[in-house]
């Protein structure tokens, strides 16, 4: 299957759910948040982006069915008979959304045998897109419109310059810090804070070298963003050196994991992980 013609119509979608979403991000009253059983936050803009996606992924491939983070638990059940499907996050960065500062994103894969082959990753409040087919090696970065289209390429690490890691602005967790130190003792590190799969996507574009994940995310918070990376020649792996893969594990929770743009370097070692 010729996976590239469906990009231009992913990113249409992605960038009609973005609209949707400032819509009511734009709105002058605060947004009103719910919070489901896990606790995580629930808004308008959420289930808005995920009615429109999911309408419009029925319309372009019937035939492949879609998870959602807002899919209901029956759909999600489901999920163990599929070996290829749609795996959406709506509104990535929900906590980024409340907070308004434009980090979040709406993310969309197309997952192939437990490994994502299409992504794209639109930031609607910077309307700026990314895009990518990991199994032919084709990303980019846009705007929405498909205007000032950049090819994307991740960076080998540089021996005379800081590593540049990205951490996450909202989900930091504190077993965390050991490896942030351990990195420190070889090499000096910049760090910046940035929410969403915005992480994954700085890395894909060269403007970062490492994000480092552990504690709770889920699979659609990962999949659009690693087929970006991916096919801009970076890599996602879990601590044991094994790609990030997807509809594998009883649950949706991913495991810790490392993003990076050079894929020759030795992470494991440098970490002190069991690879």
């Not at 980024?96 to 979040?104: A, T, V």
């Not at 498909?146 to 021996?159: F, M, N, T, V």
């Not at 050991?178 to 929410?195: A, D, F, H, K, W």
Request: aromatic share 6%; glycine share 6%.
């Amino acid at each position: 299957m010729d996976l590239t013609p469906l990009l231009p119509q992913l990113t249409h979608i992605a960038v009609e759910a973005g609209e949707a979403i400032l819509s009511i991000y734009d709105r002058s009253h605060p947004v009103q948040v719910q919070h489901k059983a896990d606790t995580t936050p629930l808004t308008e803009a959420d289930l808005a982006a995920h009615r429109l996606i999911c309408s419009s992924l029925e319309r372009l491939c019937p035939e492949i069915p879609i998870l959602s983070e807002e899919s209901s638990p029956a759909q999600i059940e489901q999920r163990d008979q599929w070996s290829r499907y749609w795996l959406v996050d709506p509104l990535d960065g929900t906590k980024e959304f409340i907070k308004r500062n434009g980090e979040f994103t709406v993310n969309i894969a197309l997952i192939d045998k437990h490994q994502p082959m299409l992504g794209v990753v639109y930031a609607p409040a910077i309307d700026t897109l990314y895009a990518g087919c990991a199994k032919i090696g084709i990303a980019y970065k846009s705007n929405g419109k498909g205007q000032r289209q950049l090819p994307l390429k991740s960076r080998s690490l540089a021996p005379f310059r800081p590593l540049s890691l990205v951490v996450s602005r909202s989900h930091r967790d504190s077993t965390l810090d050991p490896y942030i130190e351990r990195l420190r003792q070889l090499m000096p590190v910049s760090e910046t804070p940035m929410g969403s799969s915005l992480k994954l996507c700085l890395i894909a574009e060269g403007a970062a070298d490492l994000h480092l994940r552990t504690g709770t995310t889920s699979e659609w918070d990962t999949a659009a963003a690693q087929a970006v990376l991916e096919a801009a020649g970076g890599q996602v792996i879990d601590f044991h050196g094994k790609a990030l893969s997807y509809n594998e594990r009883e649950g949706l929770i991913n495991p810790d994991f490392i993003a990076t743009g050079d894929r020759v370097f030795d992470w494991g070692q440098c970490l002190g992980l069991e690879t």
